[in-house]
């Protein structure tokens, strides 16, 4: 995901550095989530159909409502998520050990927030400089 700016002359460029927005599987079991198409967002579901998703400048105050929603519903959508196969579950990042399964809804939980507080930081650039945001 980034951010991209034209300037005058119609020359597109990257600003700032690029933030994943999740794993690819994302896409659909958590930004495409049923629970997430029930919460009616918008953007997020486009994510499912594999493709580039383009937030334009005049669609950014949408999106941020949109990240406000989907933060406040943050519980809920990953209740909604099989934990099974997903990646990045099977260890703490902070310890390196082996987390239970009962610590796995938690852990889940804190790496959907840290990527959707990226998508939240890349809208927030955007407007601030009059970009669009592309999540790949």
């Not at 997430?36 to 400048?57: D, H, T």
Request: aromatic residues 6%; hydrophobic residues 45%.
């Amino acid at each position: 995901m980034y951010v991209v700016v034209t300037d005058a002359s119609g020359e597109e460029s990257e600003l700032g550095e690029s933030l994943a927005a999740g794993f690819e599987s994302w896409r659909t079991e958590v930004w495409g989530s049923p629970q997430v198409r029930a919460l009616g967002a918008e953007f997020f579901p486009r994510l499912a159909s594999g493709n580039p998703v383009s937030i334009k400048p005049h669609e950014l105050a949408r999106f941020q409502r949109e990240c406000v929603l989907l933060r406040a519903n943050l519980d809920a959508i990953c209740r909604g998520v099989d934990l099974s196969g997903q990646r990045g579950l099977a260890v703490d990042m902070g310890t390196g050990q082996v987390t239970s399964a009962a610590a796995l809804g938690e852990v889940f939980r804190q790496l959907v927030s840290v990527h959707l507080a990226n998508i939240e930081d890349a809208a927030q650039r955007a407007a601030q400089a009059g970009g669009e945001v592309v999540i790949w």
